[in-house]
Structures are given as C-alpha cells and as structure tokens.
C-alpha cells in the first residue's frame, strides 16, 4: 500500500498558532504549506496525527486521494 502525505485545510485564524505549534515541536522539516488554498501537508503520519489531536483540525482528502478511492471502490 503506498503511504501518501497527510493534509489538513487550515483556517486562516489559526495560521500563527499552528505556525508556532510546528517550530516548538520540531515538526517543520517534513512540512509544506501551500499558502494559496490554506493546505498544510505532512510527510510523517505520526506527526499529522499528533496535529490532529492537539488542534482537532480533519483530514483533507487532496484530489489524488480522492481518484484512487473512487478507483478502488470501482474494483
């Protein structure tokens, strides 16, 4: 199974603090922000799932993922 990168749709309020967030805990090496839609992404499942339990932010589900669920619910 491949293991795909973990996005979150960040509201623009909490920008600064989740920005924070990252610094203090080390998180910013496997990180990208794509300031345009507000969409973070996380290479490292642990560390995605940590930022889920502290700021209680969903997964976003990116257009990739969206095809191969479509595509396996097809098979």
């Known amino acids: 199974m491949i293991n795909f990168p973990v996005s979150f749709k960040i509201p ?13 805990n080390g998180s910013v090496d496997d990180v990208t922000y794509d ?4 969409i ?4 490292n499942e642990e ?15 990116t257009p990739i993922e969206k095809m191969l669920k479509n595509e396996e619910s097809i098979n």
């Open 12 to 24: 623009k309020h909490r920008q600064g603090e989740i920005g924070k967030w990252l610094v203090e």
């Open 35 to 38: 300031w345009i839609k507000g």
């Open 40 to 43: 973070l992404t996380f290479g």
């Open 47 to 61: 560390d995605a799932n940590a930022f889920a339990l502290v700021f209680g932010i969903l997964r976003y589900e």
